[in-house]
């Protein structure tokens, strides 16, 4: 499967974005997704992951009341709601597929996507 991460930009603190994660193929459903962040000088960090009909999700808790996860199989997207953003919130964003059992460890991702970046503003 191929992943297509789009919806980054610049704003403000407090500020808010919607990242989108288009997958191709006809088997999204059978993956969970997650989404992850690498900010600049730093290893990359699990943000938020999904099951496969969108019912289970795990968030970072950095970002739980903040960001929410969730996918719309039949338009094979995942989303990340980000609200109440804040300039430690800046990074790349990377969307990612599991097939395996869920939740996957972060090493367990099979497929990624190239990042969007997000820049938080104070």
């Known amino acids: 499967v191929q992943l297509q991460a789009s919806g980054g930009g610049l704003v403000q603190a407090g500020g808010s974005l919607r990242l989108s994660c288009a997958a191709s193929?006809?088997?999204?459903?059978?993956?969970?997704m997650g989404w992850f962040r690498q900010a600049p000088g730093k290893e990359r960090e699990f943000v938020a992951s999904i099951g496969r009909r969108g019912y289970d999700a795990y968030y970072h808790d950095s970002v739980k009341g903040r960001f929410t996860i969730s996918r719309v199989n039949s338009q094979n997207t995942v989303y990340l709601q980000m609200n109440s953003l804040k300039p430690e919130d800046t990074a790349v964003y990377y969307c990612?597929?599991?097939?395996?059992?869920?939740?996957?460890?972060?090493?367990?991702?099979?497929?990624w996507g190239q990042g969007t970046l997000v820049t938080v503003s104070s």
């Open positions: 193929g006809r088997t999204f459903s059978q993956y969970s």
């Open positions: 990612a597929a599991n097939r395996g059992p869920f939740p996957p460890s972060s090493l367990e991702y099979d497929y």
